[in-house]
Each structure stands twice: as structure tokens, then as C-alpha cells.
């Protein structure tokens, strides 16, 4: 018995000991924290309604809630650790790196993205510039073969005007189609379906029926159009290597033809692309010649269009490197692939945790402070340069894998893997800002573009309305005495063009004088809008930009108006190298910490009872 009372004399004994040390630890805890209270903020000490508590938190709220929750302790350690929390969340990647030690494996991702997607930019322009060149040089080489007396930049004024001139040209352009082996400097062939090559197709369109004399001023027509067809063979026999006149009985009836049209396919293959390391591609080109007689004008516009198709070549050998180099850029894209998939699944983890975080906040603010968190507040979590690098990192992803199936042969999407390509590069190179705005001088762009945003699309829907205006009534008024005024297209181009001062005495000049009603109108029309947009418009669009710009400018040096949720992370005051952000994820809440807290808030307490 007296070996047991020894033992609960002695566990009472440390019992103690353990109540004063914690009640003296938290007791100069207090003094320390009233202290720098007194210096900081010296009305705190003069309401007795305050009670201080670790990163400069609502005490008076959490003592009254304390006595009505038993875990106050708890919340005041997950209210301190939501801000370290926001404030982390804000940090730019420097502080990040001092306040856990977390590197910036985002940054670095970008700058490599940045030179490997330029790069393969630059390898996929460099291919697609061949391809364009020799679209661009066939669809002029078949103008001069198939069209009589052609001569380059003749297409607005290439027409006929005579009945023979056009059956001079179709004949002209039937006998070249035939004589193409004998005559192309190129490798144009023939398409074949199966064992035979493909027809030329000699089509006319009339009118079904038609009776028209001018003279009388009368005519009785059906507007419903015919089509008459007739095909040549390319193997068909030549005299003396020219057509006979008129083998096939063609004629055309003029006072109802409404267009003729020539349609034949030729094919070609790419063989410069040898000379820089790539597989070459092959052409099919769907040429259409058309002598355009819709306006029955009396003259008879012809063009030539063509259509190009690239298709992967069926059988094909080429000797050396060639096919060492397409493997190289393969896996080059492969790793730019990987590259943009890290981007994306880090920036996406990015975007999840601000969201996460967002909800966190507003439930929490909700929770204690009985307030829905502003709309702005809440887009602060929403990181804009994060979305737009992972639209970029989409784009980039499926841009490189069509390239990869462009070199392999597989796919020809070349339109479409320039688009994703260079939009992906674009948005690439912009994201760069996101990290340029970390430093105070760059940054001030941003925050005026920002800033003025919405000003901007606001005052461009006004203005906006006025140029339509100005757009249709030039269209419908000088439509018929002006080029640059024929289509709605035409007239937005040249009223953008005047807006920038561009082409202004080639606007008025040209204007037709045969009504002079009209080129009256015209000179009030292109000097109201000039005056209007110019002076007043354009200044007015500068002078916002310009009065955002000098506010922000104000702001960045005397402050920037706080919101609740940046006042609530300033009364975080932990920088990011005190070592209190390692915290959150290495240093559990103790019970020790809890009753410090607890015996903390009852020294207060009686303090100010007293």
C-alpha cells in the first residue's frame, strides 16, 4: 500500500510540473504576443474585446466561438493554416522555392517548350513553304499551258469577246490536254482508274429555253438550267499532232449559254522536297476551266482553278539518308509530345488545386464571417495563363502528332496542322508574360490590359455599330461606282484600311464620276467617317487605354485597393523563408500545441476580467 501511495505521489508531483511549465510557456507566449500587439496595433490593447492570437487572427470571434465549440483550438490552427495556404498559393515560383523548397518544374517545362515547339515550327514552315511554292508555280504553269495567249497578272482582264475567240480557246485548250507528254517541262501525267486514264469533261450550261430580241425589247426565257457533256479521251488520234476543227459537232448557242466549263485531272509528284532531306509527296490536281457568261455582257471572262489533293505515294524508293533523318524528326516530335503532356497534367494538377482551394476559402469565409465571397474574389483562383497553356499543350499535341503523320506518309493535313501548329506557338510564346509579370516593370502592361479589357470590348460594340452602318451604306450606294465597294467584305477591308490612313487618294481617285449625284455622296460619306473614326473614335479608343494605363500606373506606387481576400492573407505576415509553409505538410497539430492554445486564451481572458 505504501509502494502505491509512493507512486501516485510522484505522478501527481510530474502532473504538476507539467501544468506549470505549460501554463508558464503559454503565459510568456502571451506577453511576447501582447507585446508586439502594444507595438503594432496599441488600440487592441485599449479594447478588451480583442484577444491576440499567432498570425494576427480574429480572436474576439474565436474566444466566442471557442465557448460554444470545445475544438477552438483546432479551428484557430486551420484558420492560420488556410492563409499560409492562399498566401503559398500565391506566391510567385522564387518564394515558392524559399517557403518549401519546391522547384519550378512548370517554369523550366515552358522555356523548354518554348525553343523545342519554335523549332519544330520552324522545320514543319520550312516543308510546308515547299508544298505551297509548288502549288503555286503548277497552277501558273497549267495557265499558260491551257489558256490561249495568257500572261501572268492578266486574270481580272483575261476574256474573250468574239464567238470564234471561243471555240479558239476551248480547242486550243483540248489539243494541249491531249498533246501534254509532248509538250510539259514537268512530270505531269494523266490520272488512272485502273488500267485507262480519265476523260476530259466539255460541259455547257444553258438556259432551257430562250427567245430574245433586244431590237423589240422582248424576250420569253425558262430560267432552268440545262447541262450538255461531252468527253475526250487523252488517247484520242491526232492530225499532224493538232485537233481537227470541230470533230465532236460542238456548238454553243450564246444567246443562252451560260458558262461552259473544261474539267480534267492531272497528276504530279513533289520531287524538290528530295534535296532537303524529305520524302517527296504526290499531286492530284482537278483543273476546271470556266468561260463565264452569266451577265450575257458581251464579254466572257475565263478563268482556270485548281484543285490540289496530296496523297501518299504507293510505291516509292529513295537511296541514302533520307529515311535516317525522317526517324530523327519523329522522335523529335515525340518529345515535344511528351514535353507539351508534362505541361499539360501539371498545369491542369494547377488549375484542379485552385478550384479546390476556392471552395475551401468561400466555405470557410461563409462559415465564420457569415459573407458570400465576390464574384472577383473568387476568379483570383482561376489562373487565366494556366488555361491558356493547356489549350496551347492540346493544340501542340495533336498539331505534332499530325506532323508525324504528315512525314510518315499516313495523313496530308497540311492546312490543318499549320493552324494547330501555329496557334499553339502563338499562345506558347504569350504565356511567356504570365512569368515576365512577376517583375514589377513588365508586369505593369499586363494589369492595363487586364484593367482595360473590358472598357475596351464595351466601347468596340459601340463603335462597332457605327461601322456597320457606314459599311452597308457604302456597300448598297457606291457598290456600283467603286472596286473597293463591290462585296460587304471589300467595304469592311477598305473602311479598316482608311481607319489607319492607309490608301486614302486611291479611295477618292477612283471613285466614278458618271453620277454626279453619287460622287457627291461619296465625298461626304469618305470624309465623315475619315473625320469621325480618326479624330474621334481612334483618339477616344488611345485615351482609355491611356487613362487605365496611369491608374494602374497610381496604383502600383501607392497601393492597389484590397480586397476581402487579400486582406485576409495580409494578416499573414510569415515570409516565405521562416520556414511556417513546411508546415502544412511535414508538422502535425499536437494536443500540446491545442492546450497551449486553450490555456493561452484563458490567461486573456481572466487578464481582462481582472
Request: charge should be neutral; proline fraction near 3%; aromatic fraction near 14%.
Amino acid at each position: 500500500m505504501r509502494l502505491f501511495a509512493r507512486e501516485d505521489f510522484f505522478i501527481s508531483i510530474i502532473k504538476t510540473i507539467i501544468l506549470i511549465t505549460v501554463v508558464k510557456t503559454a503565459s510568456l507566449d502571451y506577453m511576447d504576443v501582447q507585446e508586439t500587439e502594444h507595438v503594432l496595433c496599441p488600440s487592441a490593447m485599449e479594447n478588451p474585446e480583442v484577444v491576440v492570437s499567432s498570425c494576427s487572427s480574429h480572436d474576439d470571434e474565436n474566444l466566442y466561438s471557442y465557448k460554444q465549440h470545445p475544438s477552438m483550438c483546432q479551428e484557430l490552427l486551420l484558420e492560420d493554416q488556410l492563409r499560409r495556404k492562399l498566401k503559398f498559393f500565391f506566391m510567385n515560383p522564387c518564394e515558392k522555392f524559399w517557403a518549401r523548397g519546391r522547384k519550378p518544374w512548370k517554369l523550366g517545362i515552358q522555356l523548354l517548350k518554348i525553343a523545342m515547339v519554335t523549332i519544330q515550327l520552324v522545320f514543319f514552315g520550312l516543308s510546308n513553304q515547299m508544298v505551297v511554292a509548288f502549288k503555286e508555280e503548277n497552277t501558273v504553269a497549267f495557265k499558260h499551258l491551257f489558256l490561249k495567249g495568257y500572261t501572268d497578272r492578266m486574270d481580272d482582264t483575261y476574256a474573250v469577246y468574239t464567238q470564234m475567240d471561243v471555240y479558239d480557246q476551248i480547242y486550243f485548250a483540248i489539243n494541249q490536254y491531249l498533246q501534254l507528254r509532248t509538250i510539259s517541262v514537268g512530270n505531269h501525267a494523266y490520272e488512272k482508274k485502273g488500267a485507262e486514264e480519265t476523260a476530259m469533261a466539255i460541259c455547257q450550261y444553258f438556259y432551257k429555253r430562250g427567245t430574245i430580241s433586244p431590237g423589240n425589247d422582248t424576250f420569253d426565257i425558262d430560267p432552268e438550267i440545262e447541262t450538255e457533256c461531252f468527253y475526250v479521251e487523252p488517247m484520242l488520234p491526232l492530225e499532224n499532232g493538232t485537233l481537227r476543227k470541230n470533230p465532236f459537232n460542238f456548238t454553243l448557242d450564246f444567246h443562252r449559254l451560260v458558262t461552259v466549263q473544261l474539267t480534267f485531272k492531272l497528276k504530279a509528284i513533289n520531287l524538290q522536297t528530295v534535296r532537303h532531306h524529305e520524302l517527296p509527296d504526290c499531286y492530284d490536281f482537278t483543273l476546271t476551266i470556266v468561260f463565264d457568261n452569266k451577265a450575257h455582257s458581251g464579254r466572257i471572262k475565263i478563268s482556270l482553278d485548281n484543285d490540289i489533293a496530296i496523297k501518299e505515294c504507293k510505291d516509292w524508293h529513295v537511296s541514302g539518308s533520307i529515311q535516317k533523318n525522317t526517324h530523327y524528326m519523329m522522335i523529335f516530335d515525340a518529345f515535344v509530345i511528351l514535353t507539351c503532356l508534362a505541361s499539360l497534367i501539371l498545369c491542369t494538377r494547377s488549375v484542379i488545386k485552385g478550384i479546390r482551394l476556392q471552395r475551401e476559402f468561400v466555405s470557410f469565409f461563409f462559415h465564420h464571417y457569415k459573407k458570400d465571397v465576390s464574384f472577383s474574389d473568387q476568379m483570383e483562383f482561376v489562373n487565366g495563363w494556366y488555361i491558356m497553356i493547356i489549350v496551347s499543350d492540346v493544340l501542340t499535341i495533336i498539331g505534332s502528332t499530325l506532323k508525324m503523320e504528315i512525314q510518315a506518309k499516313s495523313l496530308t493535313s497540311y492546312d490543318v496542322c499549320s493552324i494547330l501548329l501555329g496557334t499553339s506557338t502563338m499562345l506558347v510564346w504569350l504565356g511567356v508574360i504570365r512569368y515576365l509579370g512577376f517583375f514589377q516593370k513588365y508586369n505593369l502592361l499586363i494589369l492595363t490590359l487586364r484593367a482595360a479589357l473590358p472598357n475596351v470590348i464595351r466601347f468596340c460594340c459601340c463603335a462597332a455599330m457605327i461601322y456597320l452602318g457606314y459599311c452597308f451604306c457604302g456597300w448598297i450606294v457606291l457598290g456600283p461606282y467603286h472596286v473597293k465597294f463591290r462585296s460587304l467584305n471589300m467595304v469592311s477591308e477598305c473602311l479598316f484600311s482608311l481607319i489607319n490612313g492607309d490608301d486614302m487618294f486611291a479611295t477618292f481617285a477612283k471613285m466614278q464620276q458618271k453620277s454626279y449625284l453619287v460622287w457627291l455622296f461619296s465625298r461626304i460619306y469618305l470624309y465623315s467617317f475619315i473625320s469621325l473614326f480618326i479624330y474621334m473614335v481612334l483618339s477616344l479608343f488611345i485615351a482609355l487605354i491611356t487613362d487605365t494605363y496611369e491608374t494602374v500606373k497610381h496604383f502600383q506606387q501607392e497601393g492597389f485597393p484590397e480586397t476581402e481576400l487579400h486582406a485576409f492573407i495580409a494578416q499573414c505576415k510569415d515570409l516565405p523563408s521562416s520556414g511556417r509553409y513546411r508546415l502544412e505538410e511535414e508538422g502535425p497539430i499536437t494536443i500540446f500545441c491545442c492546450c497551449k492554445r486553450f490555456v493561452l486564451m484563458k490567461i486573456s481572458t481572466n487578464n481582462f476580467e481582472a
